[in-house]
């Protein structure tokens, strides 16, 4: 399919399916989930990540999908169609900032991860685990490399959404998921066999139920759950408009999660172990660098190890460039759509103004001071940006996407869509209870508790 200027059709559930998890598994699998889990404190976010997964997502997810199929439409105009006259397009606005946002950082870490295509093929990192942080730190440090970095990734993305390539990538994606997931498999048989990985399975797998008193898990849980699905911004929501009738929304929603989900747990089997091996190995403090400074390692470890880095890095480059894609196609369509600019010149407005945003996330790593450690903030200028989009606007867009789904278009509509064709759709009481009232009660409870924490 090729959503530029005529709308056209997924050739098939399947292709929606690809096209779908390549939005969704992305850094926010490999880099996000860890980084995450590691700060929340092992185990014990693990099992709120899930249950956030399970309860809240899935049901959006289906919600969201089930919205782009009936209108067609990209969010903002989707939104207008189903509620006319009513304000709710600005949720569709919303998911069209949280794109430009989103990207901002995203093109960032994306950058380091290219980058470390040459560094651990070349062999440039390897020695000590402090030779490796050391590298890491010099790295990020000189803030231009990752600057020119990010833009050459929202360079090359706004390429594809030009250059018709596309359906070519996601050609292409579909062999390269699947070896992503066999070398994640690879790593993680090799993770969990090295000297003290005990320890790391533990804190990956044992909860510490005191955690559960500590909203900030909640709130980077919920952040994280609809980050790593790209949900709660009408990315699947635009996706779903390119579905035919004849495909199931329930079983393509199942599994997206499904997929999304195993590739982040795979990635724990691996950060964990591995960096539970290395002596006085603190999660909490390895930050945005913690896959960089940690994999490393373990391709030292690892005969061949070498090539293992290079395909790893490679590969996850190109699971983010069908992220970053996703991302820049909903403020470009958005534009193309309501405000009638042509695809080039939506793409290159959208792209230099992202471009120009992700300068201070890609100084804010020890490059340049203010950015690196917000005054009055006590974060960098990175970490502002994820607790801003991933933290606060994914889950509202998330929360009032279930106050749509649920209570304006109305559940019955919407189980109409899921039931089109008479396609599968498991237990519609438990799905409408979900979105009528957990989703929208936890994600509110939530958001006010981590409120109420600021103060
Ligand atoms: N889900 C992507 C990832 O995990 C990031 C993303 C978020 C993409 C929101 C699109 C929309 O890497």
Redesign the pocket.
Known sequence: MSPTSSRGMWSSRAGFILAAAG???????IW?FPTQVGQGGGATFVVIYLACIFLICAPIMAGEIAIGRRTGLSPVGAFSALAPGRRWWLLGALGVLA?VG?LSF?SVIAGWAVAYVWFTATGAVSGSPDDIGRFFAEFTGSGLISAFLAILVIGITAGVLLGGVRAGIERVTKLLMPLLALLLVALAVRAVTLPGAGEGLAYYLRPDLSRLADVGVFTSALGQAF????LG?G?ILTYGSYLSRQDGIAASALWIVALDTSIALLAGFIIFPVGFSIAGFDPTASGPGLIFTVLPRLFAEMPGGHLFGGAFFLLLSVA?LT?TI??LEVPVSHCVDALGWTREKAVAAVAGAISVLAIPSALGNGAVGVFTSLPGLGMGFLDLMVTVWNEVALPVGGLLTAIFVGRIWGVDRALEELRAEGRWMPVPELWSFLLRWVCPAAIAMILVAALAALF
């Open positions: 939005s969704a598994v992305g850094l926010g699998n996000g794109g989103i995203y980050f790593s699905l790209s911004m990315c983010a992220s996703s991302l």
